[in-house]
């Protein structure tokens, strides 16, 4: 459930229509209901209520700090993989302890920011990550505390660019290693080992792989105790899908997903971590575009926007399909025709969807790419120097803008010339 619905025939972002905010801020746009965003977020906390647990958002999916404030407010922990992430969780005031770090290649710089700040835990995931952490904290005269990512080949079944956890991807250590790894953790001075982590890829439409996963981690749970290590925190990743149609797909709901995460490992009496990022931002945003030209080609007609790749990435990266509806409500019957709906950049690959098909469309005309609020906005680029996409919230029947579209001099006035030009 989102609260994008046409109402008198327009689409709605909660109680304003889209129609409204293009008047007022422009297209292309990304638009995020409030509501939305806390109902996801509420539907994981209910799903694992009843055993400690933090649902950490995974801010990478959508980082704009008046988001992270919003969930935050509700008592969300943050799952940051950069710096620059863990710089914008606590700009929009999450303490350091509700900050998770996880990511293959995090700096000695970005530890001792995190070191500094505070943060709850590092997911660590190489031998070398552990020894460079353990060197940063003694330096700090601090102990940092870690979980160790296992790789525990487990095939997410989902796209292969956004899969995880297969003993090719370069994440984790291979699970069959992990007693040694942490004896060598254990070892080191400057770390102090709280529990495991797992991430098996994004956009899973099925539990079997989560599940698989899960038991996985309960075993080595036991053996790391046995081992005399303290496993108290299981961080479980993301990686729930969502339904990018209205009509098929029916991935898990968050309440099967807690059910399952009690029958794997809720016996172990650990506190659970969980990072999802799609479900949450997901459906809660849309971008809205508007029809520049319709352009008649040789057997085709495309709807050429003024959104384009740079704007969202994800069809041309991934083929991803996302929903492209019309802001003004067609009318009951209204017949449909295909288009190739494109956008303004040069190259071939700036192709949201091919024969896709939609009511006559004209120039004009707004568009909505719904469940564009995961991955949308902070894969966008200035690509063809197209200023960047601006964000906006709603709430109730209001809406802000909270990241602006850049003037051409504001992104011009980035540039520096060297002295000798
Ligand atoms: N935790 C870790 C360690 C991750 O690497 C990811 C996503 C998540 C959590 C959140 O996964 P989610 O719940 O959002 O599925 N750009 C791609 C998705 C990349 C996902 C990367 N990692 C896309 O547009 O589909």
Known sequence: MDHFQYRNGRLMAEDVALEDIAAAVGTPAYV???????????????????????????????????????????????????????ARARAAGVP?????????????????????????????????????????????GQVAPITVRVNPDVDARTHAKIATGKSENKFGIPIARAREVYAEAAALPGLKVVG????????????????????????????????????????????????????????PLPTDYGALIRRTVGHLGCEVEIEPGRLISGNAGILLSRVIYVKNGE???????????????????????????????????????????????????????????????????????????????????????RALVPELLVHGDQFAVIRARPTFDEMIARDTLPPWL
Not at 215 to 236: N, S, Y
Request: proline share 5%; charged share 25%; net charge negative.
């Open 299 to 385: 057997g085709r007609d495309f709807l050429i926007l003024d959104g384009a790749m740079n704007d969202l990435i994800r069809p041309a990266m991934y083929d991803a399909w996302h929903d492209i509806v019309p802001v003004r409500e067609p009318g009951a019957g209204a017949e449909t025709r295909p288009y190739d709906i494109v956008g303004p950049i040069c190259e071939s690959g700036d192709t949201f969807a091919k024969g896709r098909e939609m009511p006559a469309m004209a120039e004009g005309d707004l568009v909505a790419f719904r469940s564009a609020g995961a991955y949308g906005a902070v894969m966008a680029s200035e690509y063809n120097s």
């Open 196 to 251: 495991i982590d797992v991430h098996i890829g994004s956009q899973l439409t099925e539990l079997a792989p989560f599940e698989a996963a899960y038991r996985k981690v309960a075993d080595l749970t036991e053996a790391l105790r046995a081992d005399g290590h303290v496993i108290e925190r299981l961080d479980l990743g993301g990686g729930l899908g969502i339904p990018y149609t209205r009509s098929n797909e029916v991935p």
């Open 96 to 140: 350091g302890d509700r900050i998770v770090f996880s990511g293959v290649g995090k700096t000695r710089e970005e530890m001792r920011m995190a070191l500094e700040g505070g943060i709850r835990q590092f997911n660590v995931e190489s031998e070398p990550e552990m020894r460079a952490l353990s060197e940063v904290a003694v330096s700090l």
């Open 32 to 86: 995020y209901s409030t509501a939305t965003l806390l109902r996801h977020f509420k539907l994981f906390d209910e799903a694992l209520s009843g055993m400690p647990h933090m649902v950490c958002f995974a801010m990478k999916s959508l980082s704009n700090i008046a988001i992270l404030k919003l969930l935050a407010a509700e008592g969300a922990g943050m799952d940051v993989v950069s710096g620059g992430e863990y």
